[in-house]
Structure formats: C-alpha cells, structure tokens
C-alpha cells in the first residue's frame, strides 16, 4: 500500500498512525456518518470479512452475514449502539466467509437478502463447499447453510428518508453474483470482494476481464470512502488501485500470449510478473505471494480457453492449503 494512500484511509483519529494503527482497527467499530458503522473483520486469525451496519429508523441493515463466529463477533456491537431490529442481512456474494452466518441473523430476526446471481452460484458450489469447511470450523459445523430468500436481480433501494442504500448488481466481478451497498447522501461504497484492500483477490469463481468493467461501473458512483470486502477501509482511489492491478496482470499475460509463449513459459514467469507488480506503488499490496500463479492460470484461461495443464500447475495440495488458511475460498 503507498504511503499516501495508506494515511488517506486512515483519515480521522488515526490519521498520523502507521500501519500499527491499521491493525488496530481489526475488530473495532468504524463510525463513517451518523447511523453507519464499518467493522474491519479479522481474517487473519478467523478469516473474517468486514461488515458494515445502517441503523435506518425502524430497524438495521448489517451489510455481509461473515461466518457464524463472525456474526458472533459484531451482533453485540451492533446492540450496544441501538436496539433496534436487525431486519435484514445482506451478503455481498456466496462465499463462505460472506454468507455462511446468515442462519445467525435468521435466528437474531434478520432476513438475509442478495442479488439473484448469489443462488445460482450457490447451486454451483453447495453443499459440498459448506461440508468441506465444516470439517475445519466448528462454528459452520455448529450451524446451517441459509440461502438468502429476499432476491434483487439488479438493484434493491432501502430508502426511509433519513438513510438510503442502494444494493447494486454491476456486473460479474469476484464471483457471479456480486452485489454492493451504495450510500449516495454519504457517498461510502460497501464493494464486498468486489474490491479489497490488500492480497486478497481470490480469482476462480469470478472473470476478472469482466471484474475490470465492473469496477469501472463502479468508480463512477463517484464514492469518496470504500468499505472493502477484507483489509482496511480506504477512500475512492481504492477501486481504481484494485483496478490497475487487474488491469496490468491482464496485460502481462496477454502480452505473452500474443507472443507465442508456451503455459510452461507463462507459470515460469510467475516470479518476474510478482516482482514487476510488486515493484508498482500503487497496486503492489495486491501482489499475493501464494495467489498470484492461480490469477496468472485464469488470466490465461480467460484469454485462450484451456487451463495451464495438470503437469505445470503448482501443487494443488498446497494451493488448498492457502485456501484453508484463508477462509476456504476454495475449498
Ligand atoms: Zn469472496
């Protein structure tokens, strides 16, 4: 993350703070505005995503379900500042880490609601990537899968003249069914995994040319804070950041293509694509060291149609580790 940007997002009272300080905004609550609340959830040790709440005037909107233990984590957060019911959930995308607790909210009261492309990619993937990371997490073990059952095919307004959030399908980016939290009085942007901020693009569910038009759709809200899916809240400029590092991946890959290299060429310069990306201030915190080959393969795939074959992949084994450790994206 570059310096500058770094010290934007963390505009407010940790302002002069380094990234000590941003650490310390794990698992503490965020007031953005009157009645909006951001929580910078704990991947690190319970691979958490971040949640954000509106307290309209009759009832809260919490913005992504997190795992059950991470619903856990915010519910008496969420009391403590106002008793009012949580009505609605709203899960940004099907991924565990983002979904996997609405049978918490259902049970605080809660409806959990998405767009329509969150069913299908839960057809897709469900229950077997449910049953995987129950054999790792007792607290999906512990509770149940819950569709979202309150469906918007491309845009839902909550809207009570005080508060107005606008849940917007932009088009495929992460996975195929991602939706965002738009505030237009606030002008702050809920993106879900849409846009991170920092080495969390997990490629495979989603497309990641179409993820560049899609964040490009959504650099023209005009958002001037970004509440990411994971990492730190950030300002506007964090859209474009995730932005170009799609962007210029994609050119690497396809600069190589149109040059005739071979796949075993392409997964042999996994490294100087890291380091040339890496070498890049303002996207060089989306470098991830373990990922990077596994966006390469899709990039390619993407562009030519076939995958790298079997024999130079890196070992699927440890990709799976990767994946357990962070959230089970892949399970
Ligand atoms: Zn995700």
Redesign the pocket.
Known sequence: MCDISRRTLLAGTAALAGLAKAQDLVNRVDPLSPGVYFHQGDIEHHGHCNNGWIVFKDYVLVIDANFPSGAREILPKIRAITPKPIRFAFDT?H?G??LYGNQVWVDNGATPVAHTGVIEELKRYEPGRWNEAAKSRPDVAASQLKPPSVLFPRELFFDDGEHRVELLHLGVA??HGDAMAWLPKERILFSG?ACVNGPYN?VGDGDVGKWIATLDAAKKLGAQVVCP?HGPRGVGAVLEDQRLFFSHLRDRVSAMVQAGKTPRDIYGSVGQIQADLTAEARIARYVSKDGLADQVEKVYQELTGTTFPEDVKAGKSARLRHARAHAL?LA
């Open positions: 995308h991924h880490d983002h992460h996975t995994d997990f899916g994206e």
